[in-house]
């Protein structure tokens, strides 16, 4: 069973238009939040974080909300770039949980059209 | 990639083969990890390692085996390579503790197809 879910396998945008890309959670005991970007044939790179102890992180165009109550996060980039054109992963852990390891969700793939 | 070499990059190998692949880091971090990437999953844990021959299992770790010897080098192995193990091999690192910690940084990653 996904313990993070990105129901939204494809997104296409327009340039200069807003992209916006949700994320799921089960497990309450995720308190950080983590969005990668990856390009093909590249690994995962990392864009921006969020604690639980925060409800919005912003950094240049990429801002990421969070509802705890709703076991939800989003991803808003403003403007879309072509350059944006990428998959996107949604990852959750448990900062006292041993290993950092992250648990992914399934990717969101973005096409911004020129 | 922050200091973080996969080989091989790509492998073709047939069924019931062994495969080994192989990372290596160059940033003296504790934590590594390895990750398989499979349309509609994401990317899943397969197995990670605390310290030099420290490791535990992941989400994923049937039919694979690693070994940390080094600091530097975390090897996944496939015993007997089946055709459901035909991915791309992810490899991350995290340095456990202070800045960072929360993120981990990943290399450009292994294909391996298994016929």
């Known amino acids: 069973d996904q313990q993070v879910k990105q129901n939204s396998p494809s997104l296409s945008v327009q340039e200069g238009r807003i992209s916006i890309l949700n994320c799921d959670y089960t497990n309450s005991m995720f308190d950080y939040f983590l969005w990668y970007k990856k390009y093909p044939a590249e690994g995962p790179t990392f864009l921006i974080s969020?604690?639980?102890?925060?409800d919005k992180n912003e950094d240049g165009r990429f801002t990421v909300f969070l509802n705890k109550s709703a076991k939800h996060l989003s991803l808003h980039i403003v403007p879309s770039q072509p350059g944006d054109s990428a998959v996107y992963f949604c990852?959750?852990?448990?900062?006292?949980?041993?290993?950092?390891?992250?648990?992914f969700g399934g990717g969101t793939r973005v096409l911004v059209k020129p | 990639d922050a200091g973080i070499t996969q080989s091989p990059r790509h492998k073709v190998t047939e069924t019931g083969t062994p495969v080994t692949l192989r990372c290596h880091q160059t940033e003296n971090h504790r934590y590594m990890y390895w990750y398989r990437q499979d349309p509609g999953h994401g990317l899943r844990l397969i197995h990670y390692s605390y310290g030099v021959k420290d490791t535990d299992k992941g989400e994923v770790s049937d039919g694979y085996s690693v070994s940390r010897s080094k600091t530097e080098d975390f090897l996944l192995t496939l015993e007997s390579a089946t055709s459901s193990q035909t991915s791309v091999y992810f490899c991350?690192?995290?340095?456990?503790?202070?800045?960072?910690?929360?993120?981990?940084?990943f290399g450009a990653g292994s294909r391996l197809t298994v016929l």
């Open positions: 969020i604690s639980s102890i925060k």
């Open positions: 991350a690192i995290n340095p456990g503790q202070g800045a960072g910690a929360n993120v981990l940084t």
């Open positions: 990852a959750a852990s448990y900062i006292k949980a041993a290993g950092n390891k992250l648990t």
